[in-house]
């Protein structure tokens, strides 16, 4: 696959990075060898790289080598942009055309790739199988992967993206895909998906066989469940026919016994009808019997009703009679509490009028107190204001004025005077308080017994008002008593009334009870007499024995009509089982034969699936793989050695030892180190080291699908792949680039790289700066 001519139209990458809206680079008339991509951070160098290839995917932004894992919708600006390349691959000129239309939310893609004729025009690119770029994402893809080989392969060899996975991280599955792609033999897992198709076909018909299989053979339990239930409806249609004959020779003998008794009920006929009328009697008795038992029932409920009435009327009377002597004494007691409710009355006013007295005497003494607690404060307040006065007075014959002629001028005399004359005014206003304070305490002090006798009467009143109530109560309740008195005589006759309404219901109960007891032997007597009577009588009559015979003779009927239904009902039934085992007996015969397909397509599935297996993953392709794994080490190892040295030699393994000593498919680098004399795997290398190994194995990979499997890749791709290496690494480098170029027959790379040094060493530059110019 070489690039010709690239058109970017309304990507974030050109209009931020370029300041334009589109963009063409014509690149077929660049020169062969090593072709630089220049220019600052940001200025559009990934997005060119990464659209000079026809697979609709920038590889640097996909989190997979998938198309499922990318957008170009996330890299687009405005509501319409266009990807067309020119390529050309295997000697002829193809042209991919993405467009992107966004006018509202949702947004429209279309992928078009076309081949250019001879005759100057250019034509949709139509597959062997039918399949025509008609725009759709997956005919395009699927026109592509024809075409120039598989997204992954590409972008595993030949294209070396930013954020790529290295190689050494692929687990052995996706390595085998992606060397069964490398070899040309992905159409053995073309070939191993169809004969895994056959196996699965031919499984669900070996499911349908067995399941007629399964229904078989829950036919052939049927078939000898039916026997054995024919068996046993025979067995039971023995059984059955044996109690018929059974039960018809015990007909024959009731029938006969039938016989035997109507000769003799001819001779029974005055038996029957005295027995009719110890029947009738007989049924008289017992309603009697039951008639008398009820009525004594009755009388016996309503004397013990009347006995619990006077019992209760004789409780009244004794309850009366008992409070005699309270109710004879209750008059006398009654004139007792009235003369003690005088005596107290009497004694009630003079202790209120006196009560009344002291209570006044206690409010004079009351307002006495308050007089006399006011009239001290006020004393000794003025006794203060007195004894103030009279030191200021003292000052008059103490001043050193005294005797001058500024004697009268003095202030401090002025004012020791004026103290010594308010001084007499307050000494006789305190000498009238205190004649006032000791005529009020006299008087105070003269009310002060008369004063507390007043709480002593106030209790000899409540005395006296208490014994009063308690009085007057007891005499209400002798006087009620009192009343009572004409109680007692109609008490007494009650009593003996009572007595003797009593004793006569006794009798009358014991009477009545005897009465009883002799009718009811009568009667029971009569009917012992019918009983034996009857029994006497029954001894002859057969009438009860021929209605027996008969209810017996119809029991037996009904029985054998029963039994014939049985027995019909079995030979129905064992025709009806019979007939089923018959038409089991003609499924089943083709029971071996089916089994036998079972057998055979069961062998043809093991057969298909061993061919899945042998030409899948873990068959030819795994060994086929075994088989390239040498070649691609030694083509790795050589490309080592041209640019790097004799240091480090790769090993790559595909099989890996298990803890019990088997060997499994697996994938992993081992990288020899000859200076340190030491061997470990690739992902514990430091970065610079990974960094160059990968770089050598992904190009070992390229020179390899160059070499032996016939790829026309044209062109090499590499974005900023010697970031960690150091200055003599990066030199290395680009020395392995051109190896890799000379040994594959590549035509060009094109790469980007910060390194001016490596820069310089192309044979050619993009410069995108310029092209924003």
């Keep these: 696959m070489r690039p010709l001519k690239l058109t970017l139209e309304g990507f974030y990458g050109v209009r931020d990075g370029m300041k334009r809206e589109s963009i063409t680079l014509d690149l077929e008339a660049l020169p062969k060898g090593l072709i630089a991509l220049v220019g600052p951070n940001g200025a559009g160098k990934t997005t060119i790289i990464d659209n000079l290839h026809p697979y609709p995917i920038m590889p640097s932004h996909a989190s997979t080598l998938s198309v499922d894992a990318f957008s170009y919708w996330d890299h687009i600006c405005g509501t319409s942009a266009l990807k067309e390349l020119e390529w050309e691959h295997d000697g002829i000129r193809y042209r991919s055309t993405f467009t992107f239309r966004k006018p509202g939310k949702t947004g429209k893609a279309e992928y078009y790739l076309a081949w250019y004729g001879s005759d100057g025009t250019w034509r949709p690119v139509t597959l062997p199988d039918g399949t025509v770029s008609d725009g759709k994402a997956a005919t395009y893809n ?149 008639a008398m038992s009820d009525d004594e029932q009755a009388a016996s409920v309503r004397s013990q009703q009347r006995v619990t009435a006077i019992n209760r009327t004789i409780a009244t009377h004794q309850a009366t009679l008992a409070r005699k002597e309270a109710i004879l004494g209750a008059a006398a007691k009654r004139d007792e509490v009235q003369l003690l409710i005088g005596r107290e009355e009497a004694k009630l006013e003079p202790l209120q009028r006196l009560i009344a007295e002291r209570e006044a005497k206690q409010v004079s003494h009351a307002t006495l107190n308050a007089a006399l607690s006011g009239m001290m404060t006020e004393g000794q307040t003025k006794a203060a204001h007195l004894e103030t006065l009279n030191r200021q007075a003292a000052v008059v014959d103490q001043v050193p004025c005294v005797g001058h002629a500024m004697h009268a001028a003095c202030p401090l005399l002025t004012q020791a005077l004026q103290a010594r ?266 970065g610079g080291q990974k960094v160059w190994i990968n770089e050598c194995l ?40 051109r190896e890799v170029l000379r040994q594959g027959g590549y035509q060009r790379e094109f790469f980007i790289s910060q390194t001016p040094d490596l820069v310089g060493e192309a044979d050619a530059l993009i410069d995108v700066e310029a092209l924003a110019a």
């Design 698 to 737: 992904t190009r070992g990979i390229a020179l390899y699908l160059a070499q032996n499997t016939g790829q026309p890749y044209q062109t090499l791709f590499s974005d900023e792949s010697d970031g960690p290496l150091d200055p003599q690494r990066k030199m290395q480098f680009m020395r392995m680039k």
């Design 142 to 290: 699927r026109c592509v992967e024809a075409i120039n080989g598989s997204l992954e392969t590409f972008f595993t060899s030949v294209f070396s993206a930013q954020n790529r996975r290295p190689l050494a991280s692929y687990g052995a599955g996706e390595i085998k895909t992606l060397l069964a792609e490398m070899l040309g033999i992905e159409h053995l897992k073309t070939l191993s998906a169809k004969a895994g198709d056959v196996a699965r076909i031919l499984g669900r018909a070996l499911d349908e066989i067995q399941s007629e299989l399964v229904a078989l053979a829950g036919k052939r339990q049927r078939k000898s469940e039916l026997d054995r239930s024919v068996l046993a409806q025979g067995d039971a249609l023995r059984e059955a026919r044996s109690q018929r004959d059974a039960m018809l020779e015990e007909a024959a003998k009731l029938t006969q016994e039938r016989a035997t008794f109507a000769a003799k009920a001819s001779e029974s006929a005055t038996s029957e009808a005295r027995l009719r009328e110890l029947a009738v009697r007989g049924g008289e008795l017992v309603r009697t019997l039951k």
């Design 421 to 686: 004359s308010q001084a007499d005014l307050q000494r006789v206003s305190v000498s009238e308080l205190r004649t006032k304070y000791r005529e009020k305490k006299a008087q105070a002090d003269e009310l002060a017994p008369v004063v507390a006798e007043l709480a002593a009467k106030r209790g000899e009143l409540t005395a006296v008002t208490n014994a009063l109530s308690a009085a007057r109560k007891t005499m209400q309740a002798a006087t009620e008593l009192a009343a009572s008195k004409p109680l007692l005589d109609a008490a007494v006759s009650g009593l003996e009334t009572a007595n003797a309404e009593l004793r006569t219901v006794a009798e009358e109960s014991t009477a009545r009870a005897a009465r009883f007891e002799s009718e009811k032997a009568r009667v029971t007597t009569e009917m012992t007499r019918i009983h034996e009577e009857s029994k006497q009588l029954a001894a002859v009559d057969v009438t009860a024995a021929i209605a027996e015979t008969e209810r017996k003779l119809v029991a037996n009927r009904e029985a054998v009509a029963a039994q014939d239904g049985r027995i019909e009902a079995s030979i129905r039934s064992q025709t009806v089982l019979q007939a089923e085992s018959n038409g089991l007996d003609v499924e089943l015969a083709r029971f071996s034969a089916t089994q036998l397909r079972a057998d055979r397509l069961s062998d043809e599935i093991a057969q298909w699936k061993l061919l899945a297996k042998g030409l899948g993953n873990d068959g030819v392709i795994a060994l086929t793989i075994d088989d390239a794994g040498p070649a691609l080490t030694d083509t790795v190892n050589r490309l080592l050695l041209a640019c790097y040295g004799m240091r480090f030699t790769v090993e790559i393994r595909t099989q890996r030892a298990l803890a019990s000593g088997e060997m499994r498919e697996g994938f992993e680098i081992l990288v020899h180190d000859a200076e340190a004399d030491s061997t470990k795997s690739v992902s514990v290398m430091s």
